[in-house]
Nanobody, 114 residues
């Protein structure tokens, strides 16, 4: 069982930045593929960014060039750096860990509004 705890959400104006963090409670964090997903009201949960155990990344087209996912295996933590935020980025952001099974965090709210 892996527990994931997100932090760093909040409210920001359009064009602003936020950094999300997700701390994992596992000593074998490095073997998990980690991802960030988001769910806006009335919409399905969607993949935002993903990083494999080897460090390869992929992003949703809507965030390419604005968001960066990274991981620190020594701290069992994955990050999502979000720049040039738009109102359509408003959602609950969830951290995911995957290796055979999927584990989810409780989510953190990101609101982009003037």
């Amino acid at each position: 069982q892996v527990q994931l705890v997100e932090s760093g959400g909040g409210m920001v104006q359009p064009g602003g930045s936020l950094r999300l963090s997700c701390a994992a409670s596992t000593s074998i964090f490095s073997i998990y593929a980690m991802g960030w997903y988001r769910q806006a009201p009335g919409k399905q949960r969607e993949l935002v960014a993903r990083i494999t155990s080897g460090g390869s990344t992929n992003y949703a087209d809507s965030v390419k060039g604005r968001f960066t996912i990274s991981r620190d295996n020594a701290k069992n933590t994955v990050y999502l750096e979000m720049n040039r935020l738009k109102p359509e980025d408003t959602a609950v952001y969830y951290c995911n860990a995957h290796r055979v099974s999927n584990y989810w965090g409780q989510g953190t709210q990101v609101t982009v509004s003037s």
